[in-house]
């Protein structure tokens, strides 16, 4: 099992840029695929960005790409997102989440962290 503590949200001004961090507990946090997902008022939770293990592989939804980077350090047991180019409609709680496999990352990781606001002004 994995615990997640997401960090690094904020008030940030349309265009700037942000990096969430999540810092998960556990030996085995390097053996996880890590995902990104958030939620804004009254919509349903979406898949954000993901990237396995080995930092190999990484996946974007299509409204991000080009302006969010997953990395991770699995020396220091955390994945970031970098944000760019920030939009009002990025305006959402972020979450990570966790699975062993990177094909499932996407649609139903097995562990999620709490959550952190992130609020981008026009």
């Known amino acids: 099992q994995v615990q997640l503590i997401e960090s690094g949200g904020g008030l940030v001004q349309a265009g700037g840029s942000l990096r969430l961090s999540c810092t998960g507990t556990g030996r085995t946090f390097s053996n996880y695929a890590m995902g990104w997902f958030r939620q804004a008022p009254g919509k349903e939770r979406e898949f954000v960005a993901a990237?396995?293990?080995?930092?190999?592989?990484?996946r974007y939804a299509d409204s991000v790409k080009g302006r969010f980077t997953a990395s991770r350090d699995n020396a220091k047991n955390t994945v970031y997102l970098q944000m760019n180019s920030l939009k009002p409609e990025d305006t959402a709680v972020y979450y990570c989440?966790?699975?062993?496999?990177?094909?499932?990352?996407?649609?139903?990781?097995?562990?999620w962290g709490q959550g952190t606001q992130v609020t981008v002004s026009s």
């Open positions: 990237i396995s293990w080995t930092s190999d592989n990484t």
């Open positions: 989440a966790a699975d062993w496999y990177f094909n499932q990352i996407a649609t139903s990781p097995k562990y």
